[in-house]
T-cell receptor, first 116, second 118 residues
């Protein structure tokens, strides 16, 4: 089974509107973490937001928020007030394991295009 | 603080040749990761080091790929001999692996090395 599933290969959003990028995960570890990264065409991976499995509240970082639904094993990224500079690939990732050893899995990504 | 450094940024080789990539993680980061990212796909973990020991190399094609992290700092990834399907971006990342200091296990990525095998 896929550890991380991103079902939207591509998304379009109008500038200044909000957009949700979907991510579902599969793990039996009680302790895990979920990450979202942005990868512009230049290629660097930029960390956006993190949610720990024990965190009670949904994570927020500026215009980014993570809609964490533990029972559904989903961790959707919400970008509010989209900007042209948000056009990029977005990857959902999961860490599972312990402090001494943890493993990361990445999804296949969603290409977001922000239209002016 | 300085970020993760990688070199070279680009490399073009012919199939069956060998190639090596270098990574210098952020100072103090105990864990180092090498990922392969084929165009249009997400990164795939090849190998993970904790200090200078390998903790996971289950997806490393060991017949042609090798990696080392001497002295627990910088690392090299080698491919010998290269195949056409090795064309990809090779990303190096490092992390503190410590709870309580910012985002737990957050990975910091280098700029990557884009390998083209012809």
């Amino acid at each position: 089974a896929q550890k991380i599933t991103q079902t939207q290969p591509g998304m379009f959003v109008q500038e200044k509107e909000a957009v949700t990028l979907d991510c579902t995960y599969d793990t039996s570890d009680p302790s895990y973490g979920l990450f979202w990264y942005k990868q512009p065409s230049s290629g660097e991976m930029i960390f956006l937001i993190y949610q720990g499995s024990y965190d009670q509240q949904n994570a927020t970082e500026g215009r980014y928020s993570l809609n964490f639904q533990k029972a559904r094993k989903s961790a959707n990224l919400v970008i509010s007030a989209s900007q042209l500079g948000d056009s990029a690939m977005y990857f959902c990732a999961m860490r599972e394991g312990s402090e001494n050893f943890n493993k990361f899995y990445f999804g296949s990504g969603t290409k977001l295009n922000v239209k002016p | 603080e300085a970020g993760v450094a990688q070199s070279p940024r680009y490399k073009i080789i012919e199939k069956r040749q060998s190639v090596a990539f270098w990574c210098n993680p952020i100072s103090g980061h105990a864990t180092l990761y090498w990922y392969q990212q084929i165009l249009g796909q997400g990164p795939k973990l090849l190998i993970q080091f904790q200090n200078n020991g390998v903790v996971d190399d289950s997806q490393l094609p060991k017949d042609r790929f090798s990696a080392e992290r001497l002295k627990g700092v910088d690392s090299t990834l080698k491919i010998q001999p290269a195949k056409l399907e090795d064309s990809a971006v090779y990303l190096c990342a490092s992390s503190l692996n410590r709870l309580g200091a910012g985002v737990a296990y957050e990975q910091y990525f280098g700029p990557g090395t884009r390998l083209t095998v012809t």
